[in-house]
Each structure stands twice: as structure tokens, then as C-alpha cells.
């Protein structure tokens, strides 16, 4: 009963350089989605998925894309990192109902990343 | 426009006093869901409660409650009798009907409780 994974959970990175956070949940889940946080701004939104195959953007999403080919799977990849891409990332996943409201979300434990 | 704003930025409190968390939250849907969530410093989102813009009962869970009043558009948290492992920042998060439900976090309040 894993919930959402995430990985790697800590990540250094040089201004430039990609690399791709993943997520993976096994509740057959929906919804998945991906925030980043930043100190005093709570959690915002990067991308979203309803579904494999539909993804779209969030509030923040300039410099990330996504993509969802499977139902339990939902990477987020960074194309060229710069330092104001520094913070922590959350993976999330939730079940929706016929309605599109959603139970609830099931959170990963994090990726903190630092891009120097 | 949805949004959700906590005023509190930090709260610090003795062991055992009763806290409030408050929660402002705005939105034209008529059907929308309510969360809290806590982060400890460990870093992990401890999902605590939601709920639904029908159902203005207020929720008790041991120590912990909840006001919702649709009146003020306030979803506050109170902690009683406050404890060392209450410590951590909490998030009021806003979550409306359709539009696939886009999860709106307010910037949260972090709770330090001294012994």
C-alpha cells in the first residue's frame, strides 16, 4: 500500500542542466497533479492530469512539462533548470467522481530540489 | 477567482493553551470542498479534514475542530489543549466543483507550541 511515490527525494542541479521528478501511485487514481512550494507562498500549482493521455497547465508551469502515458505514472521534467526552480515539489493524486469533484488528495513526500 | 488566504503567517503558543487557525477562502462556486492539511517538519502533508460547502456542521476530532461558516467564507481550525507534536504548518486549501478541481492552498500558518 504505497500511496504516491515520489523520487529522487533530494536533487542538486546545475543552472541548465534537465532532469525528470517522478511519481508514481497505485490507487488507480485519476487525478494526478504536481505543486511546488515555495516560504510563504504555500503550494502552487505546476501541471495536471485528468486521465492518461490529458494533462494541462497549472498556475506556475513555465519551464516544466508533463506527460501521462499511463494511469500510475505522472513525471515532471524540467528542461533547463534555473536557480528560481529551487523548492520542494509534491507529487498528488485524487479519485474523482461522476460530478469531477475530488475525495481528496494523497500527497508524496516530496522532492527538494536545488539548482545552483 | 479562488482564492484562500491565511493572515497568520506564525503562531507561537505554550503547551496547553487553546489556538486558532483561521482561514479566509473566496470563490463564485456554489459547490466547493474545504481541506486542511499539516505539515510537520519532517515535511510530509498530513491530509486532516474536508469538507463540503452543504454541510456547515462544525467537526470535532479529539482536540481538533473545525468552524465553517459560509456566512464569512471561514473554514478556522482550533487546536485544544495544545501539544509539542502540534508543531508544524498547516494549510487551508480551497477545492471547487468541476474544472477538475484545481487544489488552491492558502500560504499557510506555522504553529510553534513551547513546552
Known amino acids: 500500500n504505497a500511496g504516491v511515490t515520489q523520487t529522487p527525494k533530494f536533487q542538486v542541479l546545475k543552472t541548465g542542466q534537465s532532469m525528470t521528478l517522478q511519481c508514481a501511485q497505485d490507487?488507480?487514481?485519476?487525478?494526478m497533479s504536481w505543486y511546488r512550494q515555495d516560504p510563504g507562498m504555500g503550494l502552487r500549482l505546476i501541471h495536471y492530469?485528468?486521465?492518461?493521455?490529458?494533462?494541462d497547465q497549472g498556475e506556475v508551469p513555465n519551464g516544466y512539462n508533463v506527460s501521462r502515458s499511463t494511469t500510475e505514472d505522472f513525471p515532471l521534467r524540467l528542461l533547463s533548470a534555473a536557480p528560481s526552480q529551487t523548492s520542494v515539489y509534491f507529487c498528488?493524486?485524487?479519485?474523482?467522481?461522476?460530478?469531477?469533484?475530488?475525495?481528496?488528495?494523497?500527497f508524496g513526500s516530496g522532492t527538494r530540489l536545488t539548482v545552483v | 477567482a479562488q482564492k484562500v488566504t491565511q493572515a497568520q503567517t506564525e503562531i507561537s503558543v505554550v503547551e496547553k493553551e487553546d489556538v486558532t487557525l483561521d482561514c479566509v477562502y473566496e470563490?463564485?462556486?456554489?459547490?466547493?470542498?474545504l481541506f486542511w492539511y499539516k505539515q510537520p517538519p519532517s515535511g510530509e502533508l498530513v491530509f486532516l479534514i474536508r469538507?463540503?460547502?452543504?454541510?456547515?456542521q462544525n467537526e470535532i476530532s479529539g482536540r481538533y475542530s473545525w468552524n465553517f461558516q459560509k456566512s464569512t467564507s471561514s473554514f478556522n481550525f482550533t487546536i485544544t489543549a495544545s501539544q509539542v507534536v502540534d508543531s508544524a504548518v498547516y494549510f487551508c486549501?480551497?477545492?471547487?466543483?468541476?474544472?477538475?478541481?484545481?487544489?488552491?492552498f492558502g500560504a499557510g500558518t506555522r504553529l510553534a507550541v513551547h513546552p
Open positions: 498528488a493524486s485524487s479519485q474523482l467522481d461522476r460530478q469531477g469533484n475530488n475525495y481528496g488528495y494523497t
Open positions: 490507487m488507480n487514481h485519476e487525478y
Open positions: 492530469s485528468v486521465g492518461a493521455g490529458i494533462t
Open positions: 470563490t463564485r462556486d456554489t459547490t466547493y470542498y
Open positions: 469538507r463540503n460547502s452543504f454541510d456547515e
Open positions: 486549501a480551497l477545492s471547487a466543483q468541476g474544472g477538475y478541481n484545481k487544489l488552491i
